[in-house]
């Protein structure tokens, strides 16, 4: 439960600042395109930090649902392939690496699917 909270906060403080990152250091110095993409990478990197916390508080309420567990570490993995490789296309300009962010979308959906699994099957 603690960790999820933990890696959360660090996920939102993370998001926040590369969001302000983006919207502030970049702004002029990246095409539309690339911004756009960056965009999207902050953006789905806020949305699942909030979903850490969220499986911090799940954790608390389903102690015996171990499924909890793993999708927390599916919604991190997320951020890490699908942020993190938007991250690094739009600052590199490196197209193909958006071939792999699929990969981390994957992880959001099978996490999310994991976590409600798992409520559902808790007693």
Known sequence: ?????????????????LGAFGAHGLKNRLP????????TGVEYHIYHALGLLLVGVIAGV????SG???????LLAGILVFSGSLYALSLSGI??????????????IAGWIT????????S
């Open 62 to 65: 389903y102690p015996t649902a």
């Open 1 to 17: 439960m603690k960790l999820w909270f933990v890696a959360g906060a660090i996920c939102m403080a993370l998001a926040v600042a």
């Open 32 to 39: 539309a395109d690339l911004l756009a993409i960056y965009h």
């Open 115 to 122: 976590l409600a699994v798992s409520v559902w099957r808790a």
């Open 68 to 74: 909890v567990q793993w999708a927390g570490g599916l």
């Open 95 to 108: 197209r193909v690496l958006g071939a792999i962010t699929p990969l981390g979308g994957l992880a959001f």
